[in-house]
Nanobody, 123 residues
Framework: QVQLVESGGGLVQAGGSLRLSCAAS????????IAWFRQAPGKEREIVSC???????YYVDSVKGRFAISRANAENTVYLQMDSLKPEDTAVYYC?????????????????WGQGTRVTVSS
């Protein structure tokens, strides 16, 4: 069974850091694209970052220079390092994956999703 489990969310002060993890089971991440999305209260879900099977990455403008996505294939896990956090980063963060790993990852219609992890940044 293909499954993604996010962890690492929590409450942090503005300017702080968190590292989110997305652990995969039931398949190998090596050839898959992985994305991090977020949904803030009252807002639509947006893609934050993604990485494809060739390790090409994408970041939404609002997080460029602050967030970094990476994959650890040996651990079957993808990480999202979030630094210089702002209150507007507050949201539930979801990871998603798709077997169309070679595509431009920001355009993939992701089909497998985790349950989400909540990030709250206080001012």
């Amino acid at each position: 069974q293909v499954q993604l489990v996010e962890s690492g969310g929590g409450l942090v002060q503005a300017g702080g850091s968190l590292r989110l993890s997305c652990a995969a089971s039931g398949f190998s991440l090596d050839y898959y694209a992985i994305a991090w999305f977020r949904q803030a209260p009252g807002k639509e879900r947006e893609i934050v970052s993604c990485i494809n099977s060739a390790d090409a990455t994408y970041y939404v403008d609002s997080v460029k220079g602050r967030f970094a996505i990476s994959r650890a294939n040996a651990e079957n896990t993808v990480y999202l390092q979030m630094d210089s956090l702002k209150p507007e980063d507050t949201a539930v963060y979801y990871c998603a994956t798709d077997e169309r790993g070679g595509s431009a990852c920001e355009w993939i219609p992701y089909e497998t999703w985790g349950q989400g992890t909540r990030v709250t940044v206080s001012s």
